[in-house]
């Protein structure tokens, strides 16, 4: 008799696996529909699942060497509304216009376990500008911003 055990799979673990494996549509499953991205160069939040989606499909071809070096989890409040929700924090490094970047994922979990609100940190100032430039760039090309 073969036994199957089925390990749970959190909604962080899945949205690094997705990352990892460039997958933009199992992104575009873990995030809720009014899901808010908070980005570090723009002060207003990217709003609704289309508009998250096409950007992380930007910035999935934006950066090079991309990685998750570490996590933690809890509790934090929301920006949107201050409700206190559970939360991951995802480090990463990566490098972008020959810049290499350390940052941070601040994911906040809605109840049914998707991805309510994210926010991104990004050091240092010289790597938050390249990035930021690249992905405006990249923005304009898939029609999702116009020009500036």
């Known amino acids: 008799m073969t036994i199957k055990v089925v390990w749970p799979v959190n909604t962080a673990d899945r949205f690094r696996a997705a990352v990892d494996n460039r997958d933009l549509a199992a992104l575009e499953d873990l995030f809720t529909d009014d899901i808010r991205l908070y980005s570090p160069v723009k002060f207003t939040p990217f709003e609704g699942k289309p508009m998250v989606t ?11 060497d991309f990685r998750y070096v570490g ?16 939360s991951a924090v995802l480090l990463f490094r990566a490098t972008a216009g020959g810049r290499e970047i350390h ?3 601040l994911l906040h979990f809605a109840e049914d376990g998707r ?20 992905v405006l760039e990249g923005l304009v090309a898939d029609g999702l911003v116009p020009a500036p």
């Open 115 to 134: 991805i309510k609100e994210f926010t991104v940190m990004v050091r240092p100032r010289s790597a938050v500008e390249a990035l930021g430039q690249a």
């Open 103 to 105: 940052g941070i994922d």
């Open 54 to 64: 096409g950007l992380f499909g930007v910035l999935l071809r934006t950066f090079e």
């Open 71 to 86: 996590d933690h989890t809890g509790t934090a409040q929301t920006s949107a509304d201050g409700a206190t929700l559970p």
